[in-house]
């Protein structure tokens, strides 16, 4: 990647009017999968001078900034379980210090981590210019205009999970999982290779049941078939997780 021209707005008003009135203008949050490509960008506005760094716990649930690392969602203790655990195994330390939790969603990756754990816990967006958006309502639509995500919410849950299989530690997933309970379980599947859909149920116990509400599809880095196998044991691991909570 290289820069032509770079700002470093100190306020959100000036960064939303630098998007849309420059030609070509990038969002840069870690910056660390814009990096990996081989282009050169006209002009970048890096948001990390407009405070969005924050985890605060609300009545409801919390809030996260979208310039929080994914390093800060893995060491605080207040996030969920299945959210934290999701980041455990993105890439190294260095690569979670910088790589933010806004860059994760906006890049809308079929094969995200982050995006299977916050589908499971009904995260709410909040955009600069467009308000809120429900998670799998952006996933499925994404924005008809430029904007910036500012923060993220999620609503409190009882218990949350997450499991995923990758061939070694740092790959992508070739199928990861989510589940969240709140009054009923919400579960979650991405990298199938669709980016995750979530559906409610009250009950996960008949995992047959459960898997056939997904849409496991083939490309070059596994078969359906492979797909749904791996879904049905990271299935098998959360049912038998989800009969802790009961006793808890
Ligand atoms: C080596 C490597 C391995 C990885 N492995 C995994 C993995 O296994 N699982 C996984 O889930 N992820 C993985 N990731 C992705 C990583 O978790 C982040 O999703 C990625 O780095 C993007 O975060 P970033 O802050 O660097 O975003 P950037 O690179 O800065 O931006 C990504 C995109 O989002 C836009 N954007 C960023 N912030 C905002 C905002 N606030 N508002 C509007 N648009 C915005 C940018 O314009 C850009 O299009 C990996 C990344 C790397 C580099």
């Not at 939303?16 to 030609?23: G, K, P």
């Not at 999982?177 to 669709?194: E, F, N, R």
Request: hydrophobic residues 40%; contains cysteine.
């Amino acid at each position: 990647m290289k820069i032509k021209e770079y700002s470093n707005p100190r306020n959100i008003k000036d960064a939303y009017e630098q998007l849309i009135s420059r030609e070509k203008a990038t969002i840069m949050g870690g910056g660390v999968f814009l990096k990996l490509q081989r282009r050169t960008l006209p002009f970048v506005i890096d948001l990390s001078n407009l405070g969005l760094t924050g985890i605060e716990t609300t009545p409801t649930g919390f809030t996260i900034g979208a310039m929080v690392t994914l390093r800060q969602i893995e060491t605080d203790a207040s996030i969920p379980d299945g959210l934290r655990e999701c980041v455990k195994q993105i890439a190294g330390v260095a690569v979670r210090n910088m790589a933010t939790v806004g860059g994760s969603v906006m890049g809308r990756y079929p094969f995200s981590d982050v995006l299977t754990a916050l589908v499971a816990l009904n995260a709410t967006l909040a955009f600069y210019k467009k308000g809120e958006v429900p998670i799998s309502e952006f996933l499925d639509q994404g924005l008809e205009k430029a904007d910036i995500l500012l923060s993220i919410s999620v609503p409190k849950v009882k218990h949350s999970f997450f499991q995923t299989y990758k061939k070694v530690y740092t790959d992508f997933s070739l199928v990861n999982l989510s589940i969240a309970k709140a009054d009923t379980y919400t579960v979650s599947m991405g990298a199938t290779p669709k980016h995750a859909k979530a559906i409610t149920l009250e009950s996960i116990d008949d995992v047959r049941a459960v898997l056939d509400q997904f849409d496991f599809q083939t490309d070059r880095r596994a078969s359906a078939a492979y797909r749904r196998a791996l879904a049905k044991a990271l299935l098998e691991d959360a049912v038998e997780e989800a009969k802790k909570w009961k006793s808890l």
